[in-house]
């Protein structure tokens, strides 16, 4: 017991030497995206403690990103305090990277669902269709790429005559966030600790320290345990398409949770490395997923009354900070 309350609720540190919390719970912040160094996207007055929900904003994809001579795209985010220039966090997502095409999945874990949802038959490439797909999950009994070369012994399609010819590898560039919003956690942490990772579990829990000051910025990173193999797409190689559509949401995490989920991760990550079973994994990190656990806990009496308190107590702490709503720009 005392393992697990320590799990969720770390003991905090004392005396004069302990770091304090910079970012203080429902704190004002400043958001801003950035591409090889360009603002692409910001948002300013954002609530710390409501983050943002159903952003969606156009990511511009470099050329050589397009036509394969480039192998990775990131998206780099920062957040700084309201009106301050001074970023305190960092994260970085990947958003393009060179994929094997996918196979159709023998996993039977889940039930078939439309992995893309496109107004043009045959599409098949992450610009036509990350705009139009909805952000629930996909199924990894429905191929949404077949692009692939002779090493893979996959055909290639007509519709994918459109994409970068494949590497030594048999790998195409592919958007992979076509079928899935890129989750933004940021740990909502006011504990005192001595460092800025705890020495239980080597969780970071600061994303930078002013010795000085005696203070810690928040942990601000990409939570990527809900990406899946199957929600990426290949990236089609014509320049003078419109650039893909990002859906962006930035989410609260409890430090508990953040740690509980890294270790998930961690350990998945692991098991997967060994095994070689992508698509067994895909379908068990689904399972594990906030749409597929929302759903359980609405089936579930027990479950949908502890869901009605916390959104009580939830409403009841709102109504005492009433941030303002944030001013996107």
């Not at 090889?36 to 948002?43: N, T, Y």
């Not at 496109?118 to 692009?147: K, M, W």
């Not at 590898?169 to 933004?184: K, T």
Request: glycine share 6%; with cysteine.
């Amino acid at each position: 017991t005392h393992t697990l309350l320590e799990l969720f609720y770390p003991s905090p540190c004392r005396g004069a030497a302990c770091l304090q919390p910079l970012l203080r719970s429902g704190a004002a912040v400043d958001l801003q995206a950035h591409i090889d160094g360009r603002l692409i996207w910001s948002a300013a007055g954002v609530s710390s403690g409501a983050g943002l929900e159903d952003v969606a904003f156009a990511v511009p994809v470099p050329v050589p990103v397009r036509l394969g001579s480039r192998e990775e795209l990131h998206l780099d985010f920062s957040i700084a305090l309201a009106g301050q220039q001074q970023p305190i966090a960092h994260a970085r997502a990947l958003l393009c990277a060179r994929r094997p095409p996918r196979r159709r999945s023998t996993a039977r874990m889940l039930l078939a669902e439309p992995a893309v949802s496109s107004s043009t038959p045959g599409s098949a490439t992450s610009d036509s269709a990350a705009a139009a797909v909805p952000a629930a999950s996909a199924s990894s009994e429905q191929s949404a790429a077949s692009v692939s070369s002779e090493q893979s012994g996959v055909a290639v399609s007509s519709e994918q005559s459109g994409v970068a010819p494949p590497n030594e590898r048999g790998e195409v560039p592919h958007y992979l966030y076509a079928a899935a919003s890129l989750e933004l956690r940021l740990v909502a942490d006011e504990t005192p600790h001595a460092g800025p990772v705890l020495p239980s579990d080597g969780a970071q829990v600061a994303n930078g320290v002013d010795w000085s000051r005696r203070v810690y910025a928040p942990r601000l990173y990409v939570d990527e345990l809900s990406l899946l193999g199957k929600h990426a797409l290949p990236l089609s190689s014509d320049v003078g398409k419109e650039p893909p559509r990002l859906r962006l949401r930035l989410l609260p995490i409890s430090l508990g949770r953040y740690r509980a989920t890294r270790q998930l991760h961690t350990a998945l990550g692991a098991l997967q490395a060994a095994s070689g079973m992508e698509a067994e994994f895909d379908e068990l990190r689904e399972l594990l997923s906030e749409k597929r656990l929302h759903r359980l806990r609405q089936t579930s009496p027990l479950a949908s009354a502890v869901a009605t308190a916390r959104r009580g107590s939830a409403h009841a702490v709102s109504r005492q900070s009433s941030p303002a709503p944030p001013r996107a720009r």
